[in-house]
């Protein structure tokens, strides 16, 4: 059969990276692989698990989570907090800003380790960059170590072990989102597969009590009058910048379109 005259398949710009497969749905002209964030994705040393789910919530409802994890002590006291060994709510981040993204990080003095056998201090980093990429890495090392490194980033000591986690935020609409996520353990436990193994069930239990959460939000956003405005509180500041980035990147790709 001959191909029918005037044929057209629309076409978008697809870039492989650090396993990744980033799409661009806007201006083939205005693809910028420079613009791409960087993610761990999968390597020899990291077997790394993954899963999704989607929710029935805006998508910045779900940026307000990412930025500010001071709900795991609440929302996850039986899942992430234990593995996590830290009480994120005693302490704030330091919280830096940049073009496209904020930067989250801590230290965890006399942590738990994930199996509650040693005390540890944790170093906790993530970022959060545009358009909806959460990276974290998580470093256990000896106590003593966040006074040694006066509570900067370790440097030129080894941790105990790592883990690492990344997620993508994706909207579908503007009330439902797709939620992907990965985790990790790196180092000396990287060949414990069913360590990775209870991780991403515990990871996934604990999403799931994030979309229970996020979508009762979602339920009351509904409720609310368009014209209440939001407020922020101090704690909210991780948030705030990455709403705010937002904003202003998304009211100058309008003012561009409207130019054009």
């Known amino acids: 059969m001959d191909n029918p005259p005037a044929r057209c398949v629309r076409t978008y710009p697809v870039l492989e990276k650090d396993a990744w497969l980033w799409i661009w749905m806007g201006d083939k002209e205005k693809a910028d692989?420079?613009?791409?964030?960087?993610?761990?994705?999968?390597?020899p040393d990291r077997p790394m698990r993954t899963g999704h789910m989607d929710y029935d919530a805006h998508?910045?409802?779900?940026?307000?989570?990412?930025?500010?994890l001071s709900h795991v002590d609440f929302v996850h006291a039986t899942t992430l907090r234990p593995i996590s060994g830290a009480h994120w709510s005693e302490t704030a981040p330091r919280i830096t800003s940049a073009d496209?993204?904020?930067?989250?990080?801590?230290?965890?003095e006399s942590a738990d380790s994930p199996d509650g056998s040693a005390v540890v201090d944790t170093w906790n980093s993530y970022e959060f960059a545009v358009p909806g990429v959460f990276i974290m890495r998580s470093g256990r090392f000896p106590p003593g170590t966040a006074a040694k490194c006066n509570y900067a980033a370790p440097t030129g000591v080894v941790p105990i072990n790592e883990t690492v986690e990344q997620q993508a935020v994706t909207p579908i609409s503007d009330r439902r989102t797709a939620y992907f996520f990965g985790t990790a353990v790196v180092g000396d436990n990287?060949?414990?597969?069913?360590?990775?193994?209870?991780?991403?069930?515990?990871?996934?239990?604990?999403?799931?009590?994030?979309?229970?959460?996020?979508?009762a939000q979602q339920r009351i956003w509904d409720l609310t009058p368009a014209g209440d405005e939001m407020l922020f509180l101090p704690q909210d500041k991780g948030p705030f910048l990455m709403r705010k980035l937002l904003a202003r990147l998304i009211a100058s790709e309008a003012a561009a379109s409207a130019a054009n």
């Open 33 to 43: 692989a420079a613009l791409i964030p960087n993610a761990f994705g999968f390597a």
């Open 59 to 68: 998508y910045q409802l779900i940026h307000d989570n990412l930025c500010d």
């Open 100 to 108: 496209r993204g904020i930067r989250l990080e801590r230290w965890f």
């Open 190 to 215: 990287a060949p414990l597969t069913p360590d990775v193994n209870r991780r991403i069930e515990v990871v996934k239990a604990a999403f799931t009590e994030d979309r229970e959460m996020i979508e």
